[in-house]
């Protein structure tokens, strides 16, 4: 299993980002795949999850309104558009994936619900 990030970089806040995943290794359209950022001296945080089996998705309060995650299965990649950014939203974002549908899962937006997890792409966001 291989989990490629990228799309990550220096903006300035009010702008936009697309993260990527490219995933490998496994059977994509068996999985579901987790968009979480982790920010220097803070926990882990799920930011988003989709599950393309079934369209279901989950935003956390903090992104909800401003992230959209989509997933294109020819490409095995989800993406996690990132529209009005924050200095806030500064982190390593990382991409995950756990085997099945998230609308079965307890904790959709969970740590410890994935599997897999790629290396990460840093987002730093300027005032």
């Known amino acids: 299993v291989q989990l490629v990030e990228s799309g990550g970089g220096l903006v300035q806040a009010g702008k936009s980002l697309r993260l990527s995943c490219v995933a490998s290794?496994?059977?994509?359209?068996?999985?579901?795949v987790g968009w979480f950022r982790q920010a220097p001296g803070k926990e882990r945080e799920g930011v988003s999850c989709?599950?393309?089996?079934?369209?279901?998705?989950v935003y956390s309060e903090s992104v909800k309104g401003r992230a959209t995650i989509s997933s294109d299965n020819a490409k095995n990649t989800v993406y996690l558009q990132m529209n009005s950014l924050k200095p806030e939203d500064t982190a390593v974002y990382y991409c995950?994936?756990?085997?099945?549908?998230?609308?079965?899962?307890?904790?959709?937006?969970?740590?410890?619900?994935?599997?897999?997890w790629g290396q990460g792409t840093q987002v730093t966001v300027s005032s």
């Open positions: 995950a994936v756990t085997r099945g549908l998230l609308r079965f899962a307890g904790d959709p937006l969970g740590f410890t619900t994935y599997e897999y």
């Open positions: 290794g496994f059977p994509f359209n068996d999985y579901s």
């Open positions: 989709i599950s393309s089996r079934d369209g279901f998705t």
